[in-house]
């Protein structure tokens, strides 16, 4: 699933060509609408002509293209309706996946909404020390960002927790699940974090790719194409050899709703949550945020310094 930051028809185009060539077909989630001037990681949206040709010739491809929401600046109500529309005009049908953006006010139970109990409680108090006067109201009724019922009606899955490991299915055997807790939200899924081109390569090592087929697993990864996946006017040598790597393995490689879709048709699948599952989900997704990145930190700062040493 490739998040829309920042990204442009020039920056990520030859990405695309080389999944396709690879036979992977993935996820590209879209904006709407432009946003003011100077927002940040603006890209294209819907409003280019160009990019709207574009996202067409990926979708009779058979990639999916999912939602970011109606802009990377906050929407309120009107603006997100009419982005869903907007949508629904260009592509054909109302989006199926989406994923909230860190800059809009209306994204879907996000910051301390994600999680419950203590977990929500441990983030929010995080939340005013780090990152205070941030707040996020897209589910609360009483907002003029409030679009929680048009979430529900017109899209299918959202994300929302992401880890450091290959096996997406390992670290959440719920997904996709309702939340009756979170009702503007039909479905959850998690994914397999890798935020830039070198994150990606490293989440696809050999290693890592054998050891998710030996799982028989399933692996979501969310990543953000319009970040150092190119090298000057071609793709990254490092990103090519990966994506490369993969297509030549006996493995299922189809756009996020497909492979949702695949995983509620299993007889052992439930749609609501077991909460006891879910505590943990959270409970990884803590450690990995908090002590592990500590952890991964020293370890770097510690080989440094013996290679400064020797």
């Not at 829309?4 to 990520?12: F, G, I, Q, Y």
């Not at 609408?33 to 979708?59: I, K, Q, V, Y």
């Not at 081109?197 to 399933?218: I, Y």
């Not at 943990?280 to 945020?289: D, G, H, L, P, T």
Request: proline fraction near 5%; hydrophobic fraction near 35%.
């Amino acid at each position: 699933m490739d998040d829309t930051d920042s990204a442009t028809v020039s920056r990520v185009r030859d990405v695309y060509r080389c999944l396709l060539d690879n036979g992977i077909r993935t996820t590209k989630t879209v904006w709407a609408f432009d946003s003011p001037p100077g927002t940040p990681l603006e890209g294209d949206t819907l409003e280019d002509a160009g990019h709207r040709d574009w996202l067409r010739e990926l979708r009779n491809a058979g990639f999916e293209i999912g939602y970011h929401g109606a802009g990377a600046a906050p929407s309120t109500r009107e603006r997100s309706r009419a982005g869903l529309e907007r949508f629904r005009e260009v592509i054909g049908d109302y989006p199926r996946t989406y994923a909230s953006h860190s800059g809009q006010f209306e994204a879907m139970y996000w910051g301390a909404a994600r999680f419950s109990g203590g977990w929500k409680a441990g983030f929010s108090i995080g939340e005013r020390i780090f990152r205070p006067g941030l707040a996020f109201s897209g589910e609360v009724e009483t907002s003029p960002y409030f679009w929680g019922d048009l979430c529900r009606d017109k899209i299918e899955y959202a994300r929302n927790l992401t880890f450091d490991e290959i096996n997406t299915l390992a670290c959440d055997p719920l997904m996709p699940y309702h939340d009756p807790a979170k009702p503007y939200v039909r479905y959850w899924f998690s994914a397999s974090n890798a935020p830039q081109a070198k994150d990606f390569v490293a989440l696809l090592s050999p290693q890592n790719l054998h050891r998710l087929a030996e799982e028989g697993g399933a692996c979501i990864v969310y990543s953000h194409l319009a970040y150092g996946y190119m090298d000057g006017d071609r793709v990254d040598a490092r990103v090519r050899r990966a994506i490369e790597a993969l297509g030549k393995m006996n493995g299922w490689f189809v756009p996020v709703a497909a492979l949702l879709d695949h995983l509620r048709s299993r007889a052992s699948w439930r749609a609501e949550v077991d909460r006891t599952v879910l505590r943990r989900m959270q409970a990884r997704w803590f450690w990995q945020n908090s002590w592990g990145k500590r952890t991964k930190l020293m370890r770097r700062l510690r080989q440094r310094a013996r290679r400064a040493g020797s």
